[in-house]
């Protein structure tokens, strides 16, 4: 049973159409949720941490929100730079392990 | 900025082979990590390494794989008898240790492709 479920697997926007990515996760003793971004043949580029219900981050475009079950990534006007996959991971009570979901692959057309 | 490195960006091995990936974590980073993804699947934790030792592992981290920190700087995982399907892009990762939810910094990985 997956402990990170990102929705939705793949988004098409066109430059300057706001959307959010959703990352849903059923571990218990949350220590941490991590957006990670990815291009292809990288490696995983650290966006945010959130520690608690309620926090919100921001950078640029993008902004995260963490709820006791769920986080989104907000992409506020999008640019074709933006492209990428983004990848949530959680830390949970008595682990080192970050645990992935699958990703978003994000595509905004110039 | 300071970042993780690692080399080679690509090994081609035969399937017996052993291999050695090398990381150059963050200068100040107490934590290290190897990660892999399988094209087109999740990123898998493999383990963690604090104090000169291993402080988690994985089912998939088996007594093919061991890790080693050879000096100050260096964080090596080495593959003993490569298998097919251990074909995967490999990350090495470290964090400062502060405690509580660390961040994690990815280096830009390397390719292993196993014949």
């Known amino acids: 049973e997956d402990q990170v479920t990102q929705s939705p697997e793949a988004l098409r926007l066109q430059e300057g159409e706001s959307s959010s990515l959703n990352c849903s996760y059923t571990?218990?003793?949350?220590?941490?949720l991590f957006w990670y971004r990815q291009d292809p043949g990288k490696g995983p580029e650290f966006l945010f941490t959130l520690y608690s219900a309620g926090e919100e981050k921001e950078k640029e475009r993008l902004k995260a929100t963490l709820t006791k079950k769920e986080s989104f990534l907000h992409i506020t006007a999008p640019k074709p730079e933006d492209s990428a996959t983004y990848l949530c991971?959680?830390?949970?009570?008595?682990?080192?392990?970050?645990?992935f979901g699958k990703g978003t692959k994000l595509t905004v057309n110039p | 900025e300071p970042e993780v490195t690692q080399t080679p960006s690509h090994q081609v091995t035969q399937m017996g082979q052993e291999v050695i990936l090398r990381c150059v974590p963050i200068?100040?980073?107490?934590?290290f990590y190897w990660y892999r993804q399988i094209l087109g699947q999740k990123v898998e934790f493999l383990v963690s390494?604090?104090?000169?030792?291993?402080?988690?592992k994985s089912e998939i981290f088996d007594d093919q794989f061991s890790v080693e920190r050879p000096d100050g700087s260096n964080f090596t995982l080495k593959i003993r008898s490569t298998k097919l399907e251990d074909s995967a892009m490999y990350f090495c990762?470290?964090?400062?240790?502060?405690?509580?939810?660390?961040?994690?910094?990815f280096g830009p990985g390397t390719r292993l492709t196993v014949l």
């Open positions: 390494f604090y104090n000169n030792e291993i402080s988690e």
């Open positions: 990762a470290s964090g400062l240790g502060e405690g509580g939810a660390d961040t994690q910094y």
């Open positions: 991971a959680v830390l949970q009570d008595g682990s080192e392990k970050l645990v």
């Open positions: 571990v218990s003793g949350l220590r941490g």
């Open positions: 200068s100040n980073h107490l934590y």
